[in-house]
């Protein structure tokens, strides 16, 4: 056992030592400049030393910042870190009328600014990730959203028993309503007043809400022990009927104890006409999700369902459907989606536009609205939000267009009579983009033209080099703004079949 041992000892001895980072060591707090922006959202600092220079991104921060972060990944050439505080902010920034909240980390700089970030971070991604030559020559025009500020028809308010103090700087308990302190998973903030990204009326009185809360006895969540009755306060808004649709999201514990209904003649004493419904889900599961796998949702006062409008087609959204978060922006996109589908000067003769990856059908309806001749066909994996599709159809009276339940790699395979037939494919994944093999089968069908929509430009531009590389060329595209103050940019190409 002892030569074991020696033999062991002098393995550990002779195994080559990972160096140490000269410029930081992970979980440190650093103060650093920011200097420049990347895609995504992140600020690019630089520490330089004896040693050299070394990069540091730190996601929502911009240029001209000095920001306290802490470094979370730690590599040879560079390190990434959270951002903590901004210890002195750009000379860019402006003062604002709202409470700053982690889901606005831009709200303070000028919007033309943001939108040249956006830009000039998107055509890096194209250009060096999708390997698109003369980028510019591609650029159709750069989409502004209509409504700056309170633009988002959805919020999620968490519920928290520890909130900040931000006299103190420091964690304390505390009853709060809000949104999570940025980079702390586990600690709550209050919201005291308007943000500028959703309803200012109901925002003004959230802290009316969450005294009605407290003042029940019950506990919010306390995430560390994974405990608590109130967990979140879920409302989406109807900009075209002016509705508010709410939904209490708590544990089990107390279900039986807490008066439901009484909450929710509460809130259509605060809110008027305005109030549309109350909806109730028990989530006892740990994970930081607002609906949970194993949980229920059940109607306690009012509609469980509301009514927006989309280029003069209406949609009923239940608290569970996707729906487009900014619909005003989103009529300019699906305009933009529309005006690239008839680019195609025979759309209308025997073809098939093919819609994958529908959810709702939003814009499958809307070019089939467009396009009264032309079979519209719309495939999901999702066969809940396909039903909600067929419900929209029938509502807008749309009668040439199909959804269908189905994985779209397969459909072909279960729906023959498509075959040859497909002109025009518009394509709207998630934000992992589209996965390789699916890819493959997308380009197996061979459509002359495809148009696709992306919230997520690195994995588009990705997805850009493998369709050009198989028989397409991107003709155009264009920027879309859904969500100002954020990093977030939505992309709208038009792919060609290159003739053979």
């Not at 020696?6 to 001895?13: E, N, Q, R």
């Not at 200097?35 to 070394?54: T, V």
């Not at 002109?423 to 495809?450: E, M, Q, S, V, Y």
Request: aromatic share 12%; net charge negative; hydrophobic share 40%.
């Amino acid at each position: 056992m002892r030569g074991y041992f020696s033999i062991f000892a002098l393995l550990l001895l002779l195994m080559p030592r990972r160096e140490r980072n000269p410029f930081v060591k992970r979980n440190e707090t650093i103060d650093i400049q920011i200097e420049d922006y990347a895609f995504g959202g992140k600020g690019i600092g630089r520490i330089r030393n004896e040693h050299g220079e070394f990069v540091v991104f730190v996601p929502n921060t911009i240029p001209g910042q000095l920001v306290k972060a802490r470094i979370v990944k730690s590599r040879k050439k560079f390190a990434e870190a959270k951002l903590v505080e901004v210890v002195q902010p750009s000379e860019n920034e402006t003062e604002i009328p709202f409470q700053e909240i982690p889901g606005a980390p831009y709200i303070k700089l000028p919007i033309e600014l943001q939108h040249a970030y956006k830009k000039e971070s998107t055509f890096s991604l194209l250009s060096k990730i999708g390997k698109v030559e003369n980028i510019e020559s591609k650029f159709d025009e750069f989409i502004s959203s209509p409504n700056i500020f309170h633009y988002r028809n959805k919020m999620e308010y968490g519920f928290s028993a520890i909130g900040y103090d931000h006299d103190q700087k420091t964690d304390v308990d505390e009853f709060t309503l809000g949104f999570k302190k940025r980079g702390v998973w586990w600690l709550g903030d209050n919201l005291n007043k308007d943000s500028g990204l959703f309803d200012k009326e109901l925002e003004d009185v959230l802290m009316d809400i969450r005294n009605y809360c407290k003042d029940s006895g019950f506990a919010p969540w306390h995430g560390p022990k994974r405990e608590g009755f109130f967990r979140y306060f879920v409302v989406r808004k109807s900009f075209i009927n002016n509705e508010l649709l709410f939904n209490i999201v708590t544990t089990s514990i107390h279900a039986k104890e807490f008066d439901f209904t009484a909450f929710g003649e509460f809130l259509k004493d605060l809110f008027g006409e305005r109030f549309a419904g109350l909806l109730h889900t028990i989530n006892d599961e740990t994970g930081d999700r607002t609906i949970a796998t194993t949980g229920s949702v059940q109607l306690v006062l009012g509609k469980e369902k509301i009514v927006e409008e989309l280029l003069g087609l209406q949609f009923e959204i239940s608290m569970q459907s996707f729906f487009q978060t900014n619909p005003k922006s989103a009529e300019k996109l699906y305009s933009k989606v529309i005006d690239y589908v008839f680019e195609d000067e025979r759309i209308a003769e025997d073809a098939v536009v093919l819609d994958l990856f529908c959810g709702t059908g939003t814009i499958g309806q809307l070019v089939a609205s467009n396009l009264p001749d032309t079979k519209v066909i719309g495939v999901d994996i999702v066969a809940s939000a396909i039903k909600d599709a067929k419900k929209n159809a029938e509502r807008n009276q749309i009668g040439n267009v199909e959804f269908y339940a189905d994985d779209v790699g397969k459909f072909l395979y279960h729906q023959p009579q498509f075959q040859n037939q497909i002109r025009t494919l518009i394509l709207d994944p998630a934000r992992a983009g589209i996965a390789p093999k699916t890819l493959k089968k997308i380009i197996n069908l061979d459509a002359k033209r495809l148009v696709y929509v992306s919230c997520n430009p690195a994995t588009q531009a990705r997805d850009t080099e493998t369709l050009q590389n198989s028989g397409y060329h991107l003709k155009k595209f264009s920027l879309v703004d859904q969500f100002p103050h954020t990093a977030h940019i939505e992309t709208i190409a038009l792919f060609e079949k290159r003739e053979s």
